[in-house]
């Protein structure tokens, strides 16, 4: 269960929190080891100083020879004095300590010895706080051992220092015998140097093998987008690179690659056949339109003139959609730019109104000034098919409503008529209402817009979302 957690976890990370990770768990691991090191020396330094302070406890018992047999009823003030020369004496005598008590408190490193003697009569003598301070009983070192810490001021007067103890009694006598613990050492320094150091240098290593990772992500990425944007407007002239600059997204951009040059070829095919059907409705269009022009020219009523004109009112309708399908075909030649829909929708308006007042309806603007990037051309003929689908179904005395703004930050242009709007036997948002919807919702798309419409009883809205 848990390798299936750390399975999935890893799964989810980038390759630049990949590496960081690494980076980071190595100078942990080191910051570990170099923990683990240190409680190792210091065990070891420990036991050197019992050692030392075992061997100390011997050659005093050894130099006092019979005052270490007295008893509590035998000593007297006299040994007492003794005893505290003897002990002043064997503390500085010159081989007792491998290093000196001065030195230590110079310099931190360990070795000096500390002593204590108490006798049932007289003063104590050595160093009286190895007497009253608990210590921490170490059986690892041997018996009676203990681990004293002596903060700064009890034996040296600018630093703590930390003393292996041996607590016994021989005879009457109370001897505590000890050596301060060398806590480093120059060896042992160097080596928590280089430690550190290298923990220092991979975390930075891991950290700027992430950056470099997601800075060659981020711009094979980008390279990748840039691609897929210019197809999104119909440009398949250029590929993802797919060079070693990001490995890891070699295999994505060839596919990337391979699906443009497959799109590719299949707009080429679109294009074709749309230009042979073109081809092949326009001649017969144009026959049917001389002919239907004969036919009304030679009509004898004004029934059969009116049949033919709305014939040819047909006819135009199909040539004006064919030529708008081919513009949307045509998408490789776009040019995206930045358009303000206000002026469009003023535009289309003013176009408009002479139709709208013969048929004795108005049309209204309300307009911010909201800019679009898109082709002025395309967005043009969106606004112009929904103001004259709009026109169209307005009864007389109705009038047709424009508004553009721009709520939330996303541009949107209205369109609402007093038409008939939705039935049920016509619902929303279908692209039946009216002619050249199909060829407004097929423009909003490839701006990366949509088209809503809304319907009921008082006429329907018809609204143009921009996403930019």
Not at 203 to 208: D, M, N, T
Not at 293 to 298: D, F, I, Q, S, V
Request: charged share 25%.
């Amino acid at each position: 269960m848990a390798l299936t957690g750390l399975t999935r976890w890893l799964s989810r990370r980038s390759t630049a929190q990949l590496a960081a990770a690494m980076g980071v768990l190595s100078a942990l691991a080191l910051a570990g080891s170099l923990i683990v090191t240190d409680a190792a020396v210091r065990m070891d330094q420990r036991e050197k100083a019992a050692l030392a302070a075992l061997d100390d406890y011997g050659a005093m018992v050894s130099k006092l020879g019979e005052v270490s047999s007295l008893t509590a009823e035998r000593i007297t003030e006299a040994d007492a004095a003794y005893l505290s020369a003897w002990l002043s004496a064997f503390q500085s005598g010159p081989t007792r300590d491998a290093r000196s008590l001065e030195e230590t408190c110079r310099t931190g490193r360990g070795g000096a010895g500390v002593r204590f003697i108490r006798a049932p009569v007289g003063k104590p003598a050595g160093l009286a706080a190895l007497e009253t301070l608990p210590g921490e009983r170490a059986r690892r070192l041997g018996e009676d051992v203990y681990v004293v810490h002596l903060e700064r001021g009890v034996l040296c007067p600018s630093r703590a220092v930390e003393a292996v103890v041996v607590r016994r009694s021989v005879g009457a006598l109370e001897i505590v015998v000890g050596r301060v613990v060398d806590r480093s050492g120059a060896a042992w320094g160097w080596a928590v140097g280089a430690i550190a150091a290298t923990g220092i240098l991979l975390l930075f290593i891991g950290l700027g093998a992430a950056a470099l990772a997601r800075r060659r992500l981020t711009a094979a990425v980008a390279d990748v987008s840039r691609t897929l944007d210019r197809a999104a407007v119909g440009d398949f002239s250029q590929r993802a690179p797919e060079t070693a600059l990001a490995p890891e997204l070699t295999e994505l951009t060839s596919q990337v690659n391979r699906t443009l040059d497959r799109l590719d070829e299949l707009l080429s095919w679109l294009r074709d056949s749309a230009d042979q059907l073109a081809h092949d409705f326009r001649t017969p269009l144009a026959r049917a339109s001389v002919r239907l022009e004969r036919l009304r020219g030679a009509a004898a009523t004004p029934e059969a003139r009116a049949l033919a004109d709305e014939a040819l009112a047909d006819l135009e309708q199909i040539r004006r959609s064919m030529t708008e399908a081919m513009a949307l075909r045509d998408g490789e030649a776009w040019v995206f730019e930045s358009v303000r829909l206000d002026e469009l929708a003023a535009q289309a308006a003013e176009l408009y109104q002479p139709l709208a007042e013969d048929r004795g309806a108005f049309i209204a603007v309300s307009a911010e000034p909201v800019s679009v990037l898109g082709v002025r051309s395309l967005l043009q003929r969106a606004v112009t098919n929904l103001v004259d689908n709009a026109v169209k179904y307005s009864p007389a005395g109705g009038s047709v409503l424009l508004t553009v703004d721009a709520p939330d930050g996303r541009p949107r242009l209205t369109v609402a008529d007093q038409g008939p709007g939705f039935g049920a036997a016509q619902p929303a948002n279908t692209d039946s209402h009216g002619m050249g919807l199909a060829f407004v919702r097929a423009i909003l798309k490839r701006h990366g817009g949509s088209l809503t419409i809304d319907g009921g009883a008082q006429g329907a809205v018809v609204t143009a979302h921009f996403s930019r």
